[in-house]
């Protein structure tokens, strides 16, 4: 490593989940990578701290979750900047960030011209691709985590910095691991979601998952599915399908997400399973379909994934107060949302006492605390490593293990440090 004056800016994700942004730089120039969002207790927006649009070269969006490009175009407001992305993630977004305005708008100091805008930069890159901007080389690797999902490997004056951003080294229904054989880096940035626990076989939860849904629709009853729209729902589809499940009814922007999908299928492990989910399941159109959806049983795969708003919220008061019901949540339940309390106090505000089955299933699309590790150590020439995208405490036990494993301590930094090589 030369080592002189490059910095790396934690303007998010600093011992938080949630509003990914790091800019690496040199010369008062940076490579912004990622430029997401998080949510307080209100369910409002938070920002990422500010960098100025003029010393930006470029932006790389590595994932279309909205905690990785939800404040992207506020960069454009005054400006354009080039911008790198797999054509999956170029078209979700604007699904994603058209959304994000109409339900968040009020909050937020961006318009539709700023999210047009930030998608006609984006460059389209592939797995494996090598692009310049400026002083910088940037290359991207899949990183397993969602359909399109990239890592990006930085080079600037004779050092290499990989961020993995959310990564997964599990084979799902959906994508196929993170490909980080024969990767090499000096600084690594890895995100620590699940930095202290390991996630079950996922063979093992998909077959307790689809277990469960066939007991509820044998007992005449129905299972509610809350997902996130990208990633998530197409999982679930993909899975209830393989295990013929039926009858299926899909609602909310997951449609949308899977048409998307489907226009850039290469980036799909089982393009032909998310097909046959389109062409045999029902995907409500309107009230009509909506009202009847609940009526027999079946599967209701429906956003949002911690029913924080969309159509799952109608479904679980149409069927949270029968015993025969199922509520089956497949993903995170961040902290105060509707999801979590179902979890933990068994109700929401709406409906304080839920009578219907209630599960939680391990789907994770982050690498668990072995897994990390793993990505570590395949990781050839690692002499720094930077954890990002996780909660404090987690970071800590962490970090520890990657002390005893690599013998190297990782730096911890917050939301607003700069690291300087
Ligand atoms: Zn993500
Ligand atoms: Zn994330």
Redesign the pocket.
């Given at each position: 490593m030369s080592g002189n004056n490059i910095e790396i800016k934690i303007l998010g994700s600093g011992k938080e989940v949630g509003r990914a942004a790091i800019a690496v730089g040199r010369n008062g120039k940076y490579v912004l990578l990622d430029y997401g969002v998080n949510f307080d207790e209100k369910d409002n927006p938070v920002m990422p701290l500010p960098i100025a649009p003029k010393d930006v070269e470029a932006l790389v969006l590595t994932?279309t979750?909205l905690?990785?490009i939800g404040a992207a175009p506020l960069l454009y407001v005054s400006k354009n900047i080039k911008a790198f992305a797999t054509e999956l993630t170029r078209d979700a977004a604007r699904l994603m960030l058209e959304d994000f305005l109409k339900l968040s708008g009020y909050y937020l100091d961006f318009e539709i011209e700023e999210v047009n805008k930030l998608i006609d930069n984006i460059q389209p890159v592939e797995h494996g691709q090598t692009v310049s901007a400026g002083q910088f080389l940037l290359s991207f690797f899949d990183s397993g985590?969602?359909q399109g999902?990239i890592g990006t490997i930085v080079d600037v004056d004779s050092t290499r910095i990989l961020y993995t951003s959310?990564v997964n080294l599990m084979e799902t229904k959906l994508v196929g691991p993170a490909k980080i054989d024969g990767l090499k880096a000096d600084i690594v940035i890895i995100e620590s979601t699940y930095g202290s626990t390991d996630h079950p076989p996922r063979i093992d939860v998909e077959k307790r998952f689809i277990d469960a849904v066939r007991e509820v629709i044998e007992n005449n009853g129905v299972v509610l599915v809350p997902s996130f729209s990208i990633?998530r729902g197409q999982e679930i589809l993909s899975i209830l399908i393989d295990n013929d499940v039926y009858p299926v009814r899909v609602d909310g922007m997951i449609r949308r997400a899977s048409e998307i999908s489907l226009m850039h299928r290469k980036f799909l492990r089982r393009p032909e399973l998310l097909e046959k989910a389109m062409e045999e399941y029902l995907f409500v159109r309107g009230w009509q379909d909506r009202r009847k959806a609940w009526k027999t049983p079946g599967v209701i795969v429906a956003s949002a994934g911690m029913l924080k708003g969309g159509p799952s919220r109608y479904y679980l008061r149409k069927i949270g107060k029968e015993k025969r019901n199922a509520v089956f949540l497949v993903s995170y339940q961040a902290e105060g949302t509707p999801g979590r309390e179902i979890l933990e106090k068994g109700g929401t505000s709406e409906i304080p006492k839920l009578e219907s089955r209630v599960e939680w299933f391990d789907f994770s699309?982050h690498a668990d605390s072995t897994s990390l590790i793993n990505i570590l150590k395949r990781i050839s020439s690692v002499q720094t490593v930077i954890l990002v995208h996780g909660e404090e405490e987690i970071q800590r036990v962490f970090a520890d293990k990657v002390e005893k494993e690599l013998g190297i301590k990782p730096i911890i930094p917050s939301t607003g440090d700069t690291i300087t090589l």
């Open positions: 994932h979750h905690d990785h985590h969602i999902s959310d990633g699309s």
